[in-house]
T-cell receptor, first 114, second 111 residues
């Protein structure tokens, strides 16, 4: 298996623009997690899905952030409009049995908002 | 504040030495996991220890868990330059299938 795939790997955009991050989880994994990592806040869970259904979005910072999982092999995290403070590395992770078990992380998307 | 906090924040050792890093957490847990993150990469799972276990080994890794003190330690024996990375503990508190990650320890192993 290719592991968790994320695209793009790097994104540079101007403030106010829409940003869409993409993730393909490992086939057969029922759980998908979106994290954000910054020096100041560390690794934060934004939202997670179980069987394509959002379960907990309490970590989503603002209404500017939204996430979808239209099918078992694809998820998106959208920021609209983007702001400089959204600059971070965004990780997608998937798990077979849920968060209490091993999670497999993608390589991350480094987002820079100028 | 973080559920898990690692100590020390940074650690520098010579190749061949042992590295010990600690994790403290606040609430009761179902299990605790350790992950490694190489610079610019995603996190990689190292080991999982359940709340009813006290010690676990995997290769050069040894993890202990003391639920009475709400703490865990990760020992890497005979360290190598390739072990240079950040190490994070993550706890499953049973509150909904998610993990809470600690602040991380940056380990540097010098030749």
């Amino acid at each position: 298996d290719a592991g968790v795939i994320q695209s793009p790997r790097h994104e540079v955009t101007e403030m106010g623009q829409e940003v869409t991050l993409r993730c393909k989880p490992i086939s057969g994994h029922d759980y998908l997690f979106w994290y954000r990592q910054t020096m100041m806040r560390g690794l934060e869970l934004l939202i997670y899905f179980n069987n394509n259904v959002p379960i907990d979005d309490s970590g989503m910072p603002e209404d500017r952030f939204s996430a979808k999982m239209p099918n078992a092999s694809f998820s998106t995290l959208k920021i609209q409009p983007s702001e400089p403070r959204d600059s971070a590395v965004y990780f997608c992770a998937s798990s077979l049995y849920g968060g209490g078990y091993e999670q497999y992380f993608g390589p991350g998307t480094r987002l820079t908002v100028t | 504040s973080q559920q898990g906090e690692e100590d020390p924040q940074a650690l520098s050792i010579q190749e061949g030495e042992n590295a010990t890093m600690n994790c403290s957490y606040k609430t009761s847990i179902n299990n605790l996991q350790w992950y490694r993150q190489n610079s610019g990469r995603g996190l990689v799972h190292l080991i999982l220890i359940r709340s009813n276990e006290r010690e676990k080994h995997s290769g050069r890794l040894r993890v202990t868990l003391d639920t009475s003190k709400k703490s865990s330690s990760l020992l890497i024996t005979a360290s190598r330059a390739a072990d240079t990375a950040s190490y994070f503990c993550a706890t499953d508190t049973g509150g909904g299938n998610k993990l809470t990650f600690g602040t991380g320890t940056q380990l540097k192993v010098e030749l």
